[in-house]
């Protein structure tokens, strides 16, 4: 089976500009994860999605990041406008239910804020 | 701040040698636990799970302990292999439907 796509790969922005990470679960899998992860640190939920509907976004920095999932599918998390401390890697992860705890990772992206 | 957290940041280990990974939880309602590796450069790979009603759990040259007393996890790699070298998160579901919260990891070196 597919795994978890995610796009680009690396990304070079500066401070004040805007960004997008685009990921696409493996087919089939209802639940859809963003975590974000700083160097040297575990990965930290940033927001859940259970089809095209937000379950769990209380770590969102919502006034900068915004998250959706069109169709239930694809899902795009965005990131407006960038700080010096949003440089981590953005990894997307998808599961075919909510308990289902093995989640499988895409490759990340990873944001380089200057 | 987090619920779940290791030990130690780095582990090294000969090769052939058996290595554990630590670590340890501070929700005693978690009902299910996970290992991951991760790879530089990759997202992290599902390695074992466990479930709180059992102690033990064996897969491929790993084995993953549950205390729940002490609320402490481990992990167990036998004959520790050069392509075991990685960062190893152990992750945690506290409760119902909430996604994994993951701790710091450790980073495993194997030496040849």
């Known amino acids: 089976e597919a795994g978890v796509a995610q796009s680009p790969r690396y990304k070079i922005i500066e401070k004040r500009q805007s960004v997008a990470f685009w990921c696409n679960p493996i087919?089939?899998?209802?639940?859809l994860y963003w975590y974000q992860q700083i160097l040297g640190q575990g990965p930290k939920l940033l927001i859940q999605?259970?089809?095209?509907?937000?379950?769990?976004d209380s770590q969102l920095p919502k006034d900068r990041f915004s998250a959706e999932r069109l169709k239930g599918v694809d899902s795009t998390l965005k990131i407006q406008p960038a700080k010096l401390e949003d440089s981590a890697v953005y990894l997307c992860?998808?599961?075919?239910?909510?308990?289902?705890?093995?989640?499988?990772f895409g490759s990340g992206t990873r944001l380089t804020v200057v | 701040g987090e619920s779940v957290g290791l030990h130690l940041p780095t582990l090294s280990v000969q090769e052939g040698d058996n290595s554990i990974i630590n670590c340890a939880y501070s929700?005693?309602?978690?009902?299910?636990f996970i290992w991951y590796k991760q790879e530089s450069g990759k997202g992290p790979q599902f390695i074992i799970d466990?479930?709180?009603?059992?102690d033990k759990r064996q897969g491929q040259r790993v084995t993953v302990l549950l205390n729940k007393t002490v609320k402490h996890l481990s992990l167990q790699i036998a004959a520790t292999q050069p392509g075991d070298s990685a960062v190893y998160f152990c992750?945690?579901?506290?409760?119902?439907?909430?996604?994994?919260?993951f701790g710091k990891g450790t980073r495993l070196s194997v030496i040849a």
């Open positions: 087919s089939g899998h209802a639940t």
């Open positions: 992750a945690e579901i506290p409760s119902g439907n909430t996604p994994l919260v």
């Open positions: 992860a998808s599961s075919p239910t909510t308990r289902q705890g093995g989640y499988t």
């Open positions: 929700n005693s309602a978690s009902d299910y």
């Open positions: 466990i479930r709180s009603n059992m």
């Open positions: 999605f259970q089809n095209n509907g937000v379950v769990d």
